[in-house]
């Protein structure tokens, strides 16, 4: 029988899991297809997958096999450009921008000496990220410049995406952030992540507590989405103490296990009843 | 059940375990990939965080 949802991971998680078990429930052929062991001919047609749920935790497999899959004609959720869009916190930066989404301010630097040089001008603490990246690796607070000049040395060495020096302001906020799970247009469930440290990375070892879903929150969170042309999304906001709710990440792969668990919401069920919609 | 290669408590595999899914040792938190062996599972390391991974 064909397919009608396929699963790509490269890792089984909770996530994953559920999305099978949720499909089971509601009599949904799932397929799962392990991208470890993919290999996409892109000259020929290719087999039926159904609609894909992309959900490869490796950035470089996921980008490029939602390339490949939705060149050769297959929908994918979500789709490239999401991917690229969201993949980089410089790209979704500028879009927030351009779709009237409240983001925390940020300078780009190409080489250590113009990122001291524009630290020194605006001032300290900033944070410099990486533009690509997750739970908050090699994401550092740079108070003065000292620091600074060691974390950016130290980033010349690495592989030349590293010494793009992505610097954001250091919002002033509640010891937490929020992840809203977008299905559609529409916030599914929010969750506050609450941590005594700045990051507030569930895979840091943050709390998650339920979050009270605002008009204004899923006005921002549907802008945000739509700048990255994404379907489901994670959108990630602080509570600025200066500007209220800012926009701070988009995530294309977004984890939920938390989310679930915290605000009882079946966000497997969704997110295969919308995927099945946008599919006929 | 399995032994944890780390400290040899007692993982339980899910009677509805799929090839590739994650197991974490409730003693010592190492997490283990499932691999299909010539008898149900066999446990191999998980690559648990690679540089790329993330969301």
């Known amino acids: 029988m064909n397919p009608d949802v396929t699963i790509l991971y490269d890792s089984i998680r909770w996530e994953e899991k559920a999305l099978l ?6 009599n949904i ?31 470089y497999r996921n980008l490029h096999s939602t390339a490949a899959l939705e060149g050769l004609g297959v929908k994918v959720i979500n789709c490239l450009n999401t991917g690229v869009f969201a993949g980089n916190k410089l790209f979704t930066h500028m ?13 780009v630097a190409f080489s250590k000496d113009a990122a001291i040089e524009s630290l020194e001008t605006n001032g300290y603490p900033k944070v410099i990220k990486p533009t690509i990246g997750s739970w908050g690796r090699l994401i550092s607070k740079l108070n003065d410049k000292e620091s600074a000049e060691g974390i950016i040395e130290s980033r010349e060495t690495m592989y030349p995406i590293y010494q793009v020096h992505y610097l954001e302001e250091f919002v002033k906020r509640p010891p937490r952030d929020i992840r809203a799970i977008m299905v559609g247009d529409k916030i599914v ?17 943050g709390t998650a507590e339920q979050c009270k879903v605002t008009q204004e929150m899923e006005e921002m969170c549907i802008k945000a989405k739509n700048a990255v042309q ?33 605000c009882d919401v079946d966000i497997p069920s969704l997110m295969l009843d919308y995927a099945l919609k946008v599919d006929t | 059940m399995s032994k944890c290669e780390e400290c040899d408590a007692e993982i ?32 191999k390391p998980a690559q648990t965080v690679g540089e790329d991974w993330g969301q």
């Open chain 1, 29 to 59: 052929n799932i397929q799962m297809v392990d991208c470890k062991k993919l290999a996409i001919d892109l000259e020929k047609k290719p087999e039926d997958y159904g609609i894909v749920i992309q959900r490869c935790v490796s950035y």
């Open chain 1, 95 to 107: 879009l927030l921008k351009k779709f009237g989404v409240p983001t925390p301010d940020a300078t």
């Open chain 2, 12 to 43: 339980s595999i899910p009677s509805d375990a799929l090839e590739g899914e994650i197991v974490t040792c409730p003693e010592c938190g190492a997490s283990f990939e499932l691999a299909k062996g010539s008898d149900g599972f066999d446990l």
């Open chain 1, 230 to 262: 994404g379907d489901i999304v994670g959108v990630d906001l602080m509570e600025s103490e200066e500007k209220g709710l800012v926009v701070h990440e988009v995530n294309n792969t977004t984890e939920y296990k938390n989310t679930v668990r915290v």
């Open chain 1, 21 to 26: 078990e949720a499909g089971k429930k509601k």
């Open chain 1, 189 to 205: 469930a929010a969750i506050y992540r609450n941590s005594e440290h700045w990051k507030t990375n569930m895979a840091l070892g």
